[in-house]
């Protein structure tokens, strides 16, 4: 059996970072790597784009996403209705959300439906190749601020990543109105006698972290654990702190066991829920306090904790279906986590 090929190597061998491939009217350079794909054991979501982009010369930040799955697969999840074009300004910690394949002006998905896809494929239907490549603008999808910046991309299908890449947008142009960036809220953590959610500290539904990466994270998302909890998300990290962690003056907020707690550094989080051919996921942003009692400088390992019912206070509900998690944190996307709700 071949060796199974990764979503990075496919980037790397695949996709070349010429402008004809990015900037030309012509697809046929595109499409030429579907029929390239079909011959490699790759399943899955691969992208590349241009490293650097200089803004006086491009009006456009395009981005080649090809995906390869089987017969099967494409009956389980639609792939395309499930898309998100995930993006993290790695100097705003921003992050923007978009549909690649969706079509605004119809409200419909770009995706192509047959009748035999609603019935499930059996024998050599069920094992078929399915490659796709197609070259989509970030800017437009994601309605990014045309002003220098460096940004992570990934695409997720429901629980299926892409490789991460990286493009810097330099130069300067005359000024823009930039959209209000998405804010990271704190929530204040539950009284003592009140509860234990929301609470920072680690507790025993904390996840436990691989060490060794520079940043390391893990979630879990548990249903309905109780009567009074809708959707319990604990979650842990290690960062290494930089200047945009470092609050202007530590203060201090009480926590769940009655104690004040010295608010050293504060990480920005996002959680992303999205259920089964939905590319619109459920968005938190939420800042989860680094309690110490030394201060925190740049350069310093930090870890942090949090659980939480995620949908108190907000206008989301359960509905039933099938769910993924990915928590995203200083540009990484870490998941998926599975879970259901009947």
């Given at each position: ?39 490699i054991n790759f399943y899955g979501i691969s992208i590349n784009c241009l490293p650097k982009i200089e803004l006086k010369e491009e009006t456009s930040l395009p981005i080649i996403i090809v995906t390869q799955e089987s017969g099967l697969r494409a009956w389980q999840v639609s792939l395309k209705s499930s898309c998100s074009l995930i993006a993290t300004n790695l100097e705003t910690r921003e992050i923007f959300f978009g549909r690649p394949f969706w079509d605004p002006e119809t409200e419909t998905s770009l995706e192509e439906i ?229």
């Amino acid at each position: 059996m071949k060796n199974v090929i990764l979503s990075e190597d496919v980037a790397k061998e695949f996709i070349p970072l010429v402008n004809a491939m990015f900037f030309s009217d012509d697809e046929d350079e595109v499409k030429k790597l579907i029929y390239e794909l079909s011959g490699i054991n790759f399943y899955g979501i691969s992208i590349n784009c241009l490293p650097k982009i200089e803004l006086k010369e491009e009006t456009s930040l395009p981005i080649i996403i090809v995906t390869q799955e089987s017969g099967l697969r494409a009956w389980q999840v639609s792939l395309k209705s499930s898309c998100s074009l995930i993006a993290t300004n790695l100097e705003t910690r921003e992050i923007f959300f978009g549909r690649p394949f969706w079509d605004p002006e119809t409200e419909t998905s770009l995706e192509e439906i047959d009748e035999v896809k609603y019935q499930k494929p059996e024998g050599g239907q069920a094992v078929s190749i399915l490659s796709d490549a197609t070259r989509v603008d970030a800017r437009k999808v994601l309605g990014l601020p045309w002003t220098p910046g460096r940004y992570r991309f990934n695409v997720v299908s429901f629980d299926w990543i892409s490789n991460s890449v990286d493009v810097a947008l330099e130069g300067t142009v005359p000024e823009e109105m930039v959209p209000p960036a998405s804010v990271s809220r704190l929530i204040e953590p539950a009284k003592s006698g009140d509860g234990y959610l929301p609470t920072y500290l680690r507790v025993s539904s904390s996840p436990k972290l691989q060490t060794g990466a520079s940043t390391a994270a893990d979630v879990t998302v548990t249903p309905k654990p109780n009567p009074h909890t809708q959707l319990l998300v604990s979650g842990s990290f290690s960062v290494i702190a930089d200047e945009t962690h470092l609050p202007f003056v530590a203060y201090n907020i009480p926590e769940i066991d009655g104690v004040d707690k010295n608010v050293a550094a504060a990480v920005p989080v996002t959680l992303a829920l999205f259920v089964k051919n939905s590319s619109i996921p459920y968005r938190f942003d939420w800042k989860i306090p680094i309690y110490s009692e030394r201060p925190i400088k740049p350069g310093d390992r930090v870890e942090g904790y949090f659980s939480l019912d995620a949908f108190r206070g907000t206008e989301y509900y359960l509905i039933a279906g099938d769910y993924v998690a990915y928590l995203i944190i200083e540009g990484q996307i870490f998941g998926p986590t599975s879970y259901c709700i009947t």
